[in-house]
């Protein structure tokens, strides 16, 4: 009986531990997961969340210079969530990242505060070059589901990267990017309201393509109408 109650209170005091040091990481949580329905539940069953405490743990020993176990707690840190950060990557505040299984963060990243990552994320290099080549995201930056951003780069504040866009330059503040590589649609300079929707982004490109689709289909049907109308004039 002694037992289970020690064992009790030690698991009553992690858990009060965990929602203090990490209050902000599960703000952000029921903040932007509308499935999230309270803070046991986040705090016991999201990977996102556990990914990170282990991180934290992690970059503490590597920053104390501690060999090999800060590289054996992030393999440990895949194994259990499918998340894999690097022990010296810098992650600010309030990062979200949902699902998570397949998210890659390198050793040279620098993450912001209020930072949302979907699935299947990477931040990664473009070489076998030393020093910084990972990019930077800053605050309030929304990385879609399976997008990748390659190498000493910047998103700047309040950007959305949508879902599978592959990013290789810099991006502005208040920017969409989407597309293989990535081509950014500028939002007139102005904070974009947070949405999760990552998805329905705006592609330049995809709207000119589509403006071209409808004048061939209108000139297409004005032949055939001149056709059938027996007149030459369409």
Do not use: C
């Not at 405490?53 to 194994?79: C, D, E, T, Y």
């Not at 929707?197 to 000139?219: G, M």
Request: proline share 4%; charged share 20%.
């Amino acid at each position: 009986m002694e037992l289970i109650t020690l064992i009790l209170i030690i698991i009553i005091v992690l858990f009060l531990t965990v929602a203090v040091i990490f209050r902000k990481e599960i703000h952000s949580t029921r903040e932007r997961d509308p499935s999230a329905t309270g803070i046991i539940e986040i705090a016991l069953t999201y990977s996102g969340l556990h990914a990170l405490i282990l991180h934290r743990m992690a970059n503490g020993l590597w920053q104390m210079k501690v060999p090999f176990l800060p590289r054996f707690l992030s393999q440990f840190n895949r194994w259990l969530t499918g998340i894999e950060i690097h022990p010296a990557a810098r992650i600010g505040a309030g990062l979200f990242i949902d699902h998570g299984m397949g998210v890659v963060i390198g050793e040279t990243s620098i993450v912001g505060d209020n930072v949302t990552i979907f699935q299947g994320v990477t931040l990664g290099g473009t070489g076998k070059e030393k020093g910084k080549r990972h990019p930077n995201i800053e605050d309030n930056v929304v990385i879609g589901a399976g997008a990748k951003v390659l190498g000493n780069i910047v998103i700047g504040k309040n950007s959305y990267v949508g879902a599978n866009a592959v990013v290789i330059s810099d991006v502005p503040p208040n920017s969409t990017v989407v597309g293989v590589p990535g081509h950014v649609t500028k939002q007139d300079g102005n904070k974009i309201e947070r949405t999760l929707d990552h998805i329905h982004v705006l592609d330049p490109i995809t709207q000119t393509l589509d403006e071209l689709r409808k004048k061939v289909e209108f000139l297409e049907n004005r032949i055939k109408e001149g056709k059938d109308n027996g007149s030459k004039d369409i």
